[in-house]
């Protein structure tokens, strides 16, 4: 868990891009067919595209990052399509250069 949340860190990742965060929630994690015991976990899980897209950079990489790590956690025979799909995405939604800069002055 700690290298994919490096990875993330390192490379400013945000979330992944719409379609691919689709693929991830209904393909890798099959969260669709979550037996969600709670409602407030599944909401902080819940990938923001489509009616969520509209959600700040912040709430975006919280759910992503929520999203990995209960799914990880939880489901030990899903880590290795996780981790694949972290180290093989190349659609990312990440911060710009400029506004990484701009938070650091």
Do not use: Q
Not at 34 to 49: G, H, Q, S
Not at 56 to 81: A, E, N, Q
């Amino acid at each position: 868990m700690k290298k994919i949340l490096d990875f993330i860190k390192e490379n400013n990742i945000i979330c992944p891009a719409p379609a691919r965060w689709d693929l991830l929630w209904v393909d890798i994690f099959n969260a669709h067919e979550e037996k969600w015991r709670d409602p407030k976990i599944r909401a902080n899980c819940f990938p923001c595209v489509l009616g969520g897209s509209d959600a700040d950079d912040k709430t975006k990489s919280s759910h992503f990052i929520t999203s990995i790590k209960y799914f990880y956690g939880k489901y030990p025979c899903k880590r290795r399509l996780i981790e694949y799909f972290i180290f093989t995405n190349d659609c990312w939604h990440t911060e710009t250069f400029e506004k990484l800069t701009e938070e650091r002055r």
